[in-house]
């Protein structure tokens, strides 16, 4: 059988994935059930949807680092709005979902007509999103209201006795969608090509800057929306919700196999990604001695194997080429 | 007039004393400056003593920036070199013991040293690119930190080690030495020998500086191992200014202050160009401007706002095409035929 050499990084992640959830099967009892692996997805419905958002950026051969930042935003103004001003729940999702979308487009705006690097310019976003949660307040909103309590609480029963939350049906919702987006329209055909090569992505005559802006303006949707599957998941709104939270991006990104340099990937890669990231606070919280900071030396360890895997892989396809 | 101008240091000084100016205005004994028990004290004092570790990570991010690369990974440095001084002078017999002060210092710079040194490895021996290859350590160093101290705060009592960040020598705070001879180390080392000229080619463009004869491998690792002994530096003096470690928030968000500090001071984030005395005032600009927040009484949080706006605008003066836009509208008449040209010509 041979393998194409673009779907090596996958297969890698998934196999990660499918060994480290079977050692940990083998290692703790109670481990091995279709629960555990459901919350996988319950857990990290939000991480799964900022992921998808950000696998579209980096697939165009950019970066965004405002999503922790737009996420505790949302959080925020979802939590005043309901809570302090009474505002219906029907008014301030969609209201959060187009201030996410509107960052995002004036951030990708930014980025694309002056030529700054979307390093600087979604830094000066994750400021800006952050400074603008303690302008509203320093303190946690907590939320009671009781559209969000629902949706925090329903569960969604599956057979086998174990259960689905709303965000993790959403976030899978979300994944599935990306997926068909980014292989099967247009506009996924142009961010390949965008992040392969903007030179030739232009002159091909690709809409080069709608591409460009678009992609930030589903990062930011997709960031609001996760801050939404937030609230749902800690019922609060608070400024400090999510700190640090790009990097866990980023790293789910990569460690689903997409290139940093932009135009190879897939965001089934990002979807494993996530769901090895869940195994690991997993089996740390199943080991019970292990501390959380293991989480984030382990993290570091898995993208510096993915990304020396991807160097070695991309220069040999480099020396195949010449 | 516009040779004073077009120097470098002529926006960013501009910046500097509007906001001390402004200072001056709000409370008019900004400037004033007591002696006590022969100690100087004052705002812009402050402003010296709580800015040094900053401008020692941004002195050490220009150079890196330099070469066109970026170090994320200076905040955990910051976190993990505070906190195995912290650890190993806790684990001492005697906290005040001279020996054991200077071997811990040395354990901190040499393990970021390492650090820093696997960051290089990874950009010039891996060829990963810069921003990727620190966010690892910039992951993983978080995590380390807080391994070192358990995930709490390790609290020293050394009068010695406290004398690196907050005691005083003639009457100014020690850490502005510290600052100042990292500062003039690498000012004669990039001034005055070559060194400087080969990290700017390096930063325009790597294969040509090694067609010329450059060892950009070994120039782009140098660089990466200055930044983070630069960050160890900056650790033990944050550490040692409150006698204690945390792993968890020691240094965080120093990267970007550090980048926004480099970029303020005129290096442009596409390397090949860089200047250590910008980056100072850049630095003294954020630190000002946090002072400065926090005199007026805005809420602190507030300040994120502000450096997120401050970035915006470095960025989009720095940015050719958004300058050409401006003086494009600020021209009053626009001839046809110029118009015609311009198209062609871009």
Redesign the interface.
């Known amino acids: 059988m041979s393998l194409n050499r673009k779907y090596i990084p996958i297969v890698v992640t998934i196999l990660l994935f499918i060994v480290m959830f079977t050692a940990g099967s083998f290692r703790y009892t109670g481990f091995f059930s279709l629960q555990v692996l459901m919350n996988l997805l319950v857990d990290n419905a939000f991480l799964l949807i900022t992921a998808v958002g950000m696998s579209f950026v980096i697939l165009s051969g950019g970066?965004d680092l405002s999503v922790g930042s737009v996420i505790a935003l949302s959080t925020m103004v979802s939590a005043s709005l309901v809570q302090q001003q009474g505002w219906p729940p029907a008014v301030v999702i969609p209201l959060v979902l187009l201030m996410g979308a509107v960052f995002g487009t004036i951030m990708g705006a930014?980025i694309h007509?002056?030529?700054?690097?979307p390093?600087?310019?979604t830094?000066?976003?994750?400021?800006?999103a952050?400074?603008?949660?303690?302008?509203i307040s320093?303190d946690t909103i907590t939320i009671d209201n009781t559209f969000y309590t629902a949706m925090a609480q329903t569960r969604i029963p599956l057979p086998g006795g174990s259960f689905l939350s709303i965000s993790a049906v959403i976030a899978i919702l979300v994944v599935a969608v990306a997926i068909f987006t980014a292989h099967y329209t247009r506009f996924g055909r142009n961010v390949y090509a965008l992040g392969g090569s903007e030179q030739s992505a232009l002159l091909m005559g690709l809409p080069v800057a709608r591409t460009k802006v678009l992609v930030y303006t589903l990062s930011g949707l997709c960031s609001a929306l996760a801050g939404v599957v937030f609230t749902f998941y800690m019922l609060s709104g608070y400024?400090l919700h999510a700190v640090?939270f790009e990097?866990d991006t980023?790293?789910a990104v990569?460690i689903g196999g997409t290139l940093?340099?932009g135009g190879v990937g897939y965001v089934l890669g990002t979807f494993f990604g996530v769901l090895i990231q869940g195994v690991i606070q997993t089996i740390i919280s199943f080991e019970g001695t292990l501390?959380?900071?293991?989480?984030?030396?382990v993290?570091?360890?898995l993208?510096?194997i993915f990304?020396?895997l991807q160097?070695v892989l991309s220069?040999r396809r480099l020396t195949l080429k010449e | 007039m516009s040779v004073v101008m077009k120097h470098h240091l002529f926006w960013p000084l501009c910046v500097l004393a509007a906001l001390l100016l402004f200072n001056l205005c709000y409370s008019p004994d900004f400037f004033s400056i007591t002696v006590h028990d022969g100690h100087l004290y004052g705002s812009l004092i402050d402003i010296l003593n709580f800015g040094a570790p900053l401008i020692l990570v941004a002195i050490g991010m220009t150079l890196v920036v330099a070469t066109k690369g970026i170090d994320l990974s200076v905040g955990s440095i910051v976190a993990i070199s505070g906190a195995i001084a912290c650890l190993s002078i806790s684990r001492g017999a005697d906290q005040n013991s001279m020996g054991l002060i200077l071997t811990s210092v040395l354990l901190a710079a040499g393990l970021s040293l390492m650090l820093g040194a696997w960051n290089g490895l990874l950009v010039s021996g891996a060829g990963i690119q810069p921003i990727i290859a620190t966010l690892i350590l910039m992951v993983a160093g978080r995590g380390i930190a807080q391994l070192i101290t358990g995930g709490q705060i390790i609290t020293v009592t050394s009068t010695k080690y406290a004398y690196i960040g907050s005691g005083s020598l003639a009457a100014l705070p020690f850490s502005i030495f510290v600052v100042a001879l990292v500062l003039v180390i690498a000012l004669l080392l990039t001034r005055r020998t070559a060194l400087g000229l080969f990290i700017e080619s390096v930063g325009c463009n790597p294969a040509a500086s090694k067609m010329s004869g450059i060892r950009a491998h070994l120039v782009i690792l140098a660089v990466y191992v200055f930044c983070g002994l630069c960050a160890g530096i900056a650790g033990l003096l944050l550490s040692s200014n409150v006698s204690s470690a945390d792993g968890n928030n020691a240094g965080l968000w120093y990267e970007l202050d550090a980048i926004l500090a480099v970029v303020i001071g005129g290096t442009s984030l596409n390397g090949g160009r860089f200047y250590l005395t910008g980056t100072v005032i850049g630095a003294l600009i954020i630190q000002t401007l946090t002072t400065t927040i926090y005199m007026i009484g805005v809420p602190p949080e507030i300040t994120l706002v502000v450096k997120a706006c401050v970035v915006l605008a470095v960025c989009l003066i720095q940015s050719d095409t958004f300058r050409a836009a401006v003086a494009a509208r600020w021209k009053s008449r626009h001839y046809p035929a110029e118009k015609e040209m311009s198209r062609h010509v871009s």
Not at chain 1, 130 to 135: H, I, N, P
């Open positions: 970066i930014i007509y002056f030529a700054i690097q390093f600087i310019v830094l000066a976003g994750m400021f800006l952050r400074g603008l949660c303690y302008v320093i400024g640090g990097l980023i790293a990569v940093l340099t501390s959380s900071w293991w989480t984030k030396i993290i570091g360890l993208l510096f990304i020396l160097r220069s």
